[in-house]
């Protein structure tokens, strides 16, 4: 219903619509202009069209040089155009808009110039260079990467990371199991804390470790630095336990709710806040 609804607004926007067509249009004229060959000794034309701040997909001087130039300005004019027409769009609130912007951004760089490997000057130039064996190693390395998957292997390099050493470094201990989750508790780093812990509840996708990464990004040792008593849910994934497996398996919302958020704050009796990423299940578990 949403979906259709901002449909609906985007096809009615014939104003918004209007003013991206004429903008490609113009656009259009200008990177014909400056991606057109010229003489060497001219110097070429400056782009018309620059690409965002932040974006470096481009920023290589072959990118300059025809036909690529022209490829760059005809990508950058699409994009322009699709801004332009997912903005300003009458009834369309803003969370929405730049919803429908954003997934219209993503789709579009897909068919960037420089995710096409005959159509990236950098790529050519390097194929070139080393006879193919570029392309050789990148097969290589995406067949070891489906044969790491396919196997239940760890993705290459992730033997770098330690858990203790540079991920997860601080100090915690597991304070509570069930056939469902973990309740890990982190050690204060203070000689007083405050009364009242905090409890986290991460979102669906389970990955509580984000929040304790690196010890410069980890909000873990942020609070707990700040005299906090934090504990974090953690979904169990052992999968040599057959009940945990069992359970993970046939698991909903009932059973998530009683088994895990629940189960949480029986065990961290004296919360009185939460702190939790999992927004909506906080609320399911408070209705």
């Known amino acids: 219903m949403a979906r259709d609804r901002t449909l609906d607004r985007l096809n009615r926007a014939a104003p918004s619509r209007l003013r991206a067509r004429q903008a490609a249009q113009s ?7 400056a991606g057109a060959p010229c003489p060497r000794d001219t110097g070429g034309f400056d ?29 950058l004019s699409t994009e322009a155009w699709w801004t332009e027409a997912t903005h300003h769009v009458p009834g369309l609130v803003d969370s929405r808009e730049a919803e429908v912007a954003f997934m219209t951004r993503a789709l579009i760089d897909v068919v960037s110039p420089s995710n096409i490997p005959w159509l990236n000057p950098v790529i050519i ?12 190693r990148g097969a290589a390395n995406w067949l070891d990467d489906l044969d790491r998957m396919l196997s239940g292997r760890l993705p290459a390099g992730a033997e770098k990371f330690e ?3 540079n991920v997860a470094v601080t100090p915690g201990k597991v304070v509570y199991r069930n056939d469902l989750m973990e309740l890990i508790q982190y050690v204060p780093a203070t000689d007083k804390v405050l009364l009242e812990p905090i409890l986290i509840i991460p979102a669906w996708i389970e990955k509580y470790y984000i929040l304790d990464l690196e010890p410069q990004s980890s909000l873990a040792r942020w609070l707990t630095e700040r005299g906090h008593t934090v504990a974090c849910h953690r979904r169990r994934r ?14 909903d919302l009932p ?33």
């Open 163 to 165: 858990v203790g050493r």
């Open 47 to 75: 782009p018309l069209i620059e690409p965002a701040p932040g974006d470096k997909r481009f920023a290589d001087p072959a990118w300059s040089q025809w036909p690529f130039n022209l490829f760059a300005q005809s990508f």
């Open 27 to 33: 656009a259009e004229v200008s990177a014909t202009a």
């Open 255 to 287: 059973v998530g709710r009683r088994q895990g958020v629940m189960a949480a704050l029986d065990a961290v009796s004296a919360i009185t806040y939460s702190w939790c990423r999992g927004r909506t299940r906080t609320r399911v578990t408070a209705t």
């Open 125 to 136: 130039n390097k194929t070139a260079q080393e006879g193919g064996f570029n392309l050789v």
């Open 238 to 251: 052992d999968r040599r336990d057959r009940a945990a497996e069992a359970i993970a398996a046939d698991m």
